[in-house]
């Protein structure tokens, strides 16, 4: 059974950083390209970063040069860093393959922007 475990979210203030993990199981994560998705109040999901198998990386443009995607085969983990975090971009983070048939989604990490 797949699992994908997200950590790493929490309160930060305007201009803070955080780094999100995802921890996969259940899959062979190495040959999956993995995607960070954000969800918003009140807002669909949205993908905001990928990366290959191969490491090669896509961005929204709206995290362009803040966000960074990368990913440890031998942990089975997929990270996102943010930086320059925006109050209206308090979000929960979920992590999944980009398969159109996704695994279940799993709890997410809650990221809260708030001075």
């Known amino acids: 059974q797949v699992q994908l475990v997200e950590s790493g979210g929490g309160l930060v203030q305007p201009g803070g950083s955080l780094r999100l993990s995802c921890a996969a199981s259940?899959?062979?994560?190495?040959?999956?390209?993995m995607g960070w998705y954000r969800q918003a109040p009140g807002k669909q999901r949205e993908l905001v970063a990928d990366?290959?198998?191969?490491?090669?990386?896509h961005y929204a443009d709206s995290v362009k040069a803040r966000f960074t995607i990368s990913r440890d085969n031998a942990k089975n983990t997929v990270y996102l860093q943010i930086n320059n975090l925006k109050p209206e971009k308090t979000a929960v983070y979920y992590c999944?393959?980009?398969?159109?048939?996704?695994?279940?989604w799993g709890q997410g990490t809650r990221v809260t922007v708030s001075s």
């Open positions: 259940g899959i062979i994560f190495s040959i999956n390209a």
């Open positions: 999944n393959t980009l398969a159109a048939v996704k695994p279940s």
């Open positions: 990366i290959t198998s191969y490491s090669i990386t």
